[in-house]
């Protein structure tokens, strides 16, 4: 296990930092489509959690039956930990906002906090590095294991005559001291599971699967981010053209100037209904991948030292690299709660700018009688940008 | 300074442990950035993105966020109506408290009104009273002041008759002579009003 020694230089040894960032697929289809990759696999993990777990607390917050005051209290450490955020959301986010309607938009504020939050505290476990460690010699390097699981009809069993310790190899039939014995010229270095590629390896021009662990943080894809931003956009959009109708949204997005400096504002404001959600995809996703960079990058340094200066240098910088990765973790975790509750504190402040206040009648008043709206959506992006 | 101490050491092994584990695993990488956002597992995730969040949304909306919103409201309306009640029984108890201190001042006035018309009253009989005795004592001392007066008359009287008596039978006696009725009775009414006014004079 211990690397030969290098003297290559330090940086083309260093890891990729990006390495925990990346969505590796795990089944794709024949086309190179996945219909699996590492974070839809943490999003349905994370789906499966949340089905379990907050059925579980509302069990425990609803009220109960007994007819005492037991009734009203709830019980569990999990439920108390659910229900504080909710009623946070509730009380603190939602109703200062929304007002009467606060109890219509919970669920989705909710959801979109609790999903956001899941997916954040699941992608600090380091799974990857994990099912990597014990399962990359299995099936990066083992083929008698992946020849089992493909179909013995497959014809392109082959390889090239890749080290083992590269670990690029991994093929369908054979691959390490197997390639020796099989068929040469066959190039594809590709796992098939029926139709289906298994750990397809995007980075080469030819089919080819490479195994880098199962894990990581969904919402570090930014396609997750922008598909969270489009349903955000959606909801927000859609709860104020029912709230006001299309006329009033429409209206509303002239902020009541006439004729003329209508135009401009509506073509301003649009502009506006693009970049929040951009905003909101880009916020979560480089918050999400710049820790796990700076997690890569210090636990980096391990391997560079150890690499390039020898074992006893390579502990001297570990130490401090380890001590700065686990204060970076803690800080994560931190973050992990922020930007799930910038998110949805975002997206309530949004809903609320397109819904219809009951105390306020005219439309020209809205803004004038609720200035810290305006306010409210900026600050957050600056105190919490982290 | 021990925190730190400890952190470092408690690193340690995680060091040597990522060292020695992490190096080979981290070995080759060349940085792909472009793996961030490639179509063929972004589409995919984006996908996948929106189906999960929305049957979440759904099925949370049906197991999970319904309980908590009608625990929370339940809790709020019986935490609102509590103190409401406790409001309203301490409006009551503040109300009680005031109309039986109005009742107690009234009572106490009244007590005292009493008190005092009580002792006007008795004031009034025990003046009434005494001046009726005074009156009467009066009277009675005018009257045995009246009946003293006509009793030493009359004793004067009866004294001066039977002086005038005894006087002419002394008289008669010595002047040895019979004195004639007529010269009695005259010598008589003489001497009572020698008498009367010396009785008056010496008075």
């Known amino acids: ?386 | 300074m021990t925190k730190l101490i400890n952190i470092i050491l408690g690193s340690l092994p995680f060091a040597v442990a990522s060292v020695a584990l992490g190096a080979p695993a981290e070995e080759g990488g060349e940085a792909h950035a472009e793996l961030l956002a490639k179509p063929e597992t972004a589409i995919p995730a984006m996908v996948a993105a929106i189906i999960m969040f929305a049957a979440l949304f759904f099925l949370l909306k049906k197991m999970a966020w319904g309980a908590i919103l009608g625990g929370l409201n339940d809790r709020e309306t019986k935490i609102r109506t509590e103190i409401e009640s406790a409001e309203n029984a301490r409006a009551q108890a503040t109300k009680a408290l005031d109309d039986y201190q109005k009742e107690l001042a009234k009572a106490r006035g009244e007590a005292s009104g009493m008190i005092q018309q009580a002792r006007a009253d008795a004031q009034r009989v025990a003046d009434e009273l005494r001046s009726k005795n005074e009156a009467e004592l009066a009277t009675m001392k005018n009257k045995a002041k009246e009946e003293i007066e006509a009793a030493k008359r009359a004793a004067l009287n009866d004294l001066y008759a039977e002086t005038a008596m005894l006087a002419t039978q002394v008289a008669g006696r010595i002047l040895h002579r019979e004195i004639k009725a007529a010269d009695h009775s005259r010598l008589v009414e003489e001497s009572l009003s020698q008498i009367g006014s010396l009785g008056k004079n010496g008075e």
């Open chain 1, 1 to 386: 296990m211990i690397p030969e020694p290098v003297t290559a230089g330090l940086l083309t040894l260093a890891a990729d930092p990006l390495h925990h960032n990346y969505d590796y697929p795990i089944i794709s289809l024949p086309n190179g489509y996945a219909i699996l990759t590492n974070h839809i696999l943490m999003m349905l993990v994370v789906t499966g959690l949340m089905l379990w777990l907050l059925p579980k607390a509302a069990r425990a917050i609803a009220t109960g039956k007994t007819g005492t005051s037991h009734d009203y209290v709830t019980k569990g450490v999990l439920p108390h930990m659910i229900e504080v955020l909710c009623v946070f959301f509730r009380e603190d986010v939602a109703r200062p906002a929304l007002g009467k309607n606060t109890d219509k938009f919970l669920p989705f504020i909710w959801t979109v906090f609790f999903f956001i939050l899941f997916n954040n505290l699941l992608g600090l476990v380091p799974l990857q590095d994990a099912t990597s460690l014990l399962f990359d010699g299995v099936i990066n390097g083992s083929h008698e294991a992946a020849a089992e699981h493909v179909e013995a009809a497959a014809p392109g069993e082959s390889h090239d005559a890749a080290p083992a310790h590269e670990s690029l190899a991994s093929h369908e039939g054979e691959t390490g001291e197997a390639t020796d014995h099989a068929a040469a010229g066959h190039e594809s270095h590709a796992m098939h599971f029926g139709p289906f590629i298994l750990f397809q390896d995007l980075t080469k021009e030819e089919t080819a699967s490479h195994f880098h662990g199962v894990g990581g943080t969904a919402t570090g894809n930014i396609a997750v981010t922008t598909a969270l931003a489009l349903i955000a956009i959606c909801i927000i959009i859609g709860a104020g053209i029912q709230s006001l109708g299309f006329g009033g949204f429409v209206e509303h997005l002239t902020l009541g100037t006439k004729f003329p400096l209508s135009m401009l504002m509506i073509l301003l404001e649009c502009i506006g209904l693009i970049a929040k959600p951009f905003a909101l995809t880009v916020r979560l996703f480089a918050n999400m991948t710049a820790g796990h960079v700076m997690l890569s990058a210090l636990l980096g340094f391990c391997s560079m030292a150890w690499n390039g200066v020898g074992p006893f240098g390579g502990v001297l910088i570990s130490v401090p690299s380890i001590a700065f990765a686990t204060a970076v973790g803690l800080l994560e975790l931190l973050v992990a709660f922020i930007q799930a509750f910038v998110f949805a504190f975002l997206t309530t402040m949004f809903i609320s700018m397109f819904q219809h206040h009951d105390h306020e009648a005219e439309h020209g008043h809205e803004h004038k009688e609720t200035p810290d709206f305006a306010e409210l959506s900026v600050t957050p992006e600056l105190s919490f940008e982290t």
